[in-house]
């Protein structure tokens, strides 16, 4: 019997999940780790989602099959946030559809608009979803950068011209993950304008779009002109309301974009369990205290992480936005790579962090700080990581 399955071929080891692994097996052991690795909130959601959604699973008719393409109240919901937070007029029935998470949405999209011979180009580092949703679809990646800078330009023209067939999708992501790179509006605006010109559409990843640090609020690519023309953007409820278990995402834009991904889900799914989705809905139009409070939160989580690992003798630079810090590996140990030093922190700090090349070879040199544990763990990492460079001959300053 063959077991070459064409897919399981496209798909290298995932080194995350060695490092996950090697986490679980520690724990199980009854080892204490500090769990840096994923980006899993640590914190609940509101309240009164919480009571909505206990209020929608109690009458009996809320048990059956829901809608794929989300209720209509969600959707309308979705469409207030995007015209409160970005001024940003959408069309509930045409321009907006509630996704199982943003990684099931992104995963279909995919799949609906990209198969065998189609070039994408994604950003490396990044989510791994960006690149192997489309490989999954059976597409080609080209790799572009994720600093915005002028280099950006040369390499992502560079990108379109030298590749057969010319690229059809290019997909971005800011706040970025796992680098937490910011950008502006006018780069959005010249996004846009670069994807018309060239016939790409484009696929905008704002995930964080709330856990900002400087006061300036991040944009939507939404908001360039002529979005709409090109452009789908993906948000989550996981990070904003702290209900990433929830699965409970949405994609909103472009109109055929949109249309594609909702005909394929209608095959794929029924929609989430429709007490989530009602309480999705209480999340978005209800108080948003939560939004400005988990941001704080996770401002000052960075600070006090970014502190106390420097003083402990590992130099972070402080993330703009996100959940994350994408950290440079001690500059004594940059040969070791990302993965063993992510297996030796974990080994001998008892501290867990993602490895740099689990997003893209050029992750490689960098591991993803989740700031997903309280001030008082981030410190006793700070400690612990302190003590593992202690015992390499590496000096520290002391915490």
Avoid at 71 to 90: H, K, N, T, W
Wanted: some cysteine; aromatic content about 10%; charged content about 20%.
């Amino acid at each position: 019997m063959d077991e070459q399955f064409y897919r399981m071929q496209r798909l290298p080891p995932y080194v995350i999940a060695e490092v996950n692994a090697m986490r679980h097996a520690a724990r199980q052991a009854g080892q204490d780790i500090i769990d840096l690795g994923m980006g899993n909130p640590d914190q609940p959601p509101p309240q009164h989602v919480i009571e909505k959604l206990c209020e929608v699973a109690a009458k009996p008719d809320a048990h059956g099959y829901s809608q794929s393409k989300g209720i209509p109240g969600l959707r309308r919901a979705q469409a207030a946030y995007y015209d409160r937070r970005f001024g940003v007029d959408l069309d509930p029935q045409s321009e907006v559809v509630v996704t199982m998470g943003s990684k099931e949405g992104l995963s279909s999209l995919a799949t609906a608009i990209t198969g065998p011979g189609d070039v994408v180009l994604a950003p490396s580092p990044s989510y791994p979803i960006h690149t192997f949703g489309f490989i999954l679809a059976g597409a080609t990646i080209r790799s572009v950068p994720v600093t915005p800078n002028d280099e950006y330009w040369r390499l992502l023209d560079a990108a379109l011209y030298r590749s057969v067939p010319r690229p059809k999708v290019l997909v971005v992501s800011y706040p970025s993950n796992p680098t937490a790179e910011v950008v502006d509006l006018a780069f959005y605006e010249r996004l846009v304008e670069w994807a018309r010109e060239n016939g790409v559409w484009l696929i905008s990843d704002l995930a964080y779009s709330e856990l900002y640090y400087e006061g300036v609020p991040t944009p939507s690519i939404m908001q360039a002109k002529g979005a709409k023309d090109v452009a789908v953007e993906f948000t989550s409820m996981s990070k904003t309301y702290s209900m990433a278990g929830w699965r409970m995402g949405f994609a909103v834009g472009n109109k055929t974009l949109i249309a594609a991904l909702t005909k394929v889900k209608s095959y794929l799914d029924y929609g989430a369990f429709t007490p989530i989705q009602a309480a999705a809905c209480a999340a978005l139009n209800g108080p948003q205290d939560i939004v400005e409070t988990n941001r704080n939160l996770y401002h000052k989580r960075r600070d006090v992480m970014v502190e106390a690992f420097g003083r402990a003798g590992w130099d972070i630079p402080a993330p703009a936005a996100s959940m994350f810090a994408w950290a440079p590996l001690p500059p004594a140990l940059k040969d070791m790579g990302s993965l063993e030093f992510s297996k030796q922190l974990l080994t001998e700090a008892k501290v867990a962090v993602a490895p740099g090349i689990g997003y893209g070879e050029d992750g490689e040199g960098f591991v993803r700080i989740a700031m997903v544990e309280n001030e008082q763990r981030l410190r006793q990492a700070a400690r612990n990581v302190r003590r593992y460079l202690s015992s390499l001959g590496i000096n520290s300053g002391g915490t």
